[in-house]
């Protein structure tokens, strides 16, 4: 069964930095690329940031560039965000995805397998 399950989100104040995981099982983690998109309330999800299978190639939205830093940890079959800087516009469920080919990594429609998501609120 494959599964994606993300942790360590939270409530936090703006300025400060939040580290997101996501545990990848029931498929193989190290073939596949990966990428975080989110959803605020009341918004369409969007793409967060994105990565080829080995960790190469890195892919943000202009809105998180220079704040977030994607990376994977094959051996752990483990997928990070770094999060720093953190806004009030941050605040959304935050997922994780997997997708077969490093093609395309920002279009969600492509991905295979998602999880059920983390909520992150930036607020003071």
């Known amino acids: 069964e494959v599964q994606l399950v993300e942790s360590g989100g939270g409530l936090v104040q703006p300025g400060v930095s939040l580290r997101l995981s996501c545990a990848a099982s029931?498929?193989?983690?190290?073939?596949?690329?990966m990428g975080w998109f989110r959803q605020a309330p009341g918004k369409e999800r969007e793409f967060v940031s994105g990565v080829n299978w080995n960790g190469v190639l890195e892919y943000y939205a202009d809105s998180v560039k220079g704040r977030f830093s994607i990376s994977r940890d094959n051996a752990k079959n483990r997928l990070y965000l770094q999060m720093s800087i953190l806004k009030s516009e941050d605040t959304a469920v935050y997922y994780c995805?997997?997708?077969?080919?490093?093609?395309?990594?920002?279009?969600?429609?492509?991905?295979?397998?998602w999880g059920q998501g983390t909520q992150v609120t930036v607020s003071s």
């Open positions: 029931g498929f193989t983690f190290s073939s596949y690329a």
């Open positions: 995805a997997a997708k077969e080919t490093s093609v395309g990594l920002t279009d969600m429609a492509g991905y295979d397998f």
